[in-house]
């Protein structure tokens, strides 16, 4: 199992950046990609940004270019820095990790810090 706990969410200004953070626990050696995603209010969860072990990512187009995601896997954990944002990125983002365990691919999401832009 795997459990992972976000912080660094808040209210911001349009143009303005924040930083999300995360932390993974249990078994975190089994951990193969380490990402983020978002839900905001009636809209369906999507996926933001996502890094594998080897360091490649990838971005929903409407964050390409503003939003960068990281991980340091000594520490366990995953950063997204997001910059220019936009009142449509206000929603609930949630830390996200595939994991191969006793050769299972599992899916686990954290509960999500809320992010809100105001206009």
């Known amino acids: 199992q795997v459990q992972l706990v976000e912080s660094g969410g808040g209210l911001v200004q349009a143009g303005g950046s924040l930083r999300l953070s995360c932390v993974a626990s249990?078994?975190?050696?089994?951990?193969?990609?380490f990402g983020w995603y978002r839900q905001a209010p009636g809209k369906q969860r999507e996926l933001v940004a996502t890094?594998?072990?080897?360091?490649?990512?990838n971005y929903a187009d409407s964050v390409k270019g503003r939003f960068t995601v990281s991980r340091d896997n000594a520490e366990n954990m995953v950063y997204l820095q997001m910059s220019s944002l936009k009142p449509e990125d206000t929603a609930l983002y949630s830390c996200?990790?595939?994991?191969?365990?006793?050769?299972?691919?599992?899916?686990?999401w954290g509960q999500g810090t809320q992010v809100t832009v105001s206009s």
């Open positions: 249990g078994s975190t050696g089994s951990i193969l990609v």
């Open positions: 890094v594998t072990t080897g360091g490649t990512t």
């Open positions: 996200y990790a595939n994991a191969r365990i006793r050769n299972l691919y599992n899916n686990y």
